[in-house]
Nanobody, 128 residues
Framework: EVQLQASGGGLVQSGGSLRLACVVS????????IGWWRQVPGKEREAVSC????????YYADSVKGRFTISTDNAKNTVYLQMNSLKPEDTAVYYC?????????????????????WGQGTQVTVSS
């Protein structure tokens, strides 16, 4: 059974940093992608970043480029989202999700229907 466990959220001041972690288990193969998404009440879930396990390709939303970095520790089966220079508008519930299609690309990573496994959310709150 595929499971994703997200953690690392919290309260931070504007300009601060947080690192989110997504522990992935149960995948029978290594050709999948992990995406980070976020959602605020009343709005659609928004794609933040994605990493493909097979070749390490990374993708970012324009709103986080240069501030957020996605990475993986294969030994720990964990994907991280390092968030620096946080802004109040980054406040949201952050989710990690897996795309098992083996076809993740720059054109598909931000489409929510590509993701078939979701972890629980972790709250990130950035105060001004």
């Amino acid at each position: 059974e595929v499971q994703l466990q997200a953690s690392g959220g919290g309260l931070v001041q504007s300009g601060g940093s947080l690192r989110l972690a997504c522990v992935v288990s149960g995948f029978p193969f290594d050709d999948y992608a992990i995406g980070w998404w976020r959602q605020v009440p009343g709005k659609e879930r928004e794609a933040v970043s994605c990493l493909t396990k097979k070749d390490g390709s990374t993708y970012y939303a324009d709103s986080v480029k240069g501030r957020f970095t996605i990475s993986t520790d294969n030994a720990k089966n964990t994907v991280y989202l390092q968030m620096n220079s946080l802004k109040p508008e980054d406040t949201a519930v952050y989710y990690c999700a897996a795309d098992s299609s083996a076809s993740t690309s720059g054109n598909t990573w931000s489409h929510i229907w590509m993701y078939d496994y979701w972890g629980q959310g972790t709250q990130v709150t950035v105060s001004s």
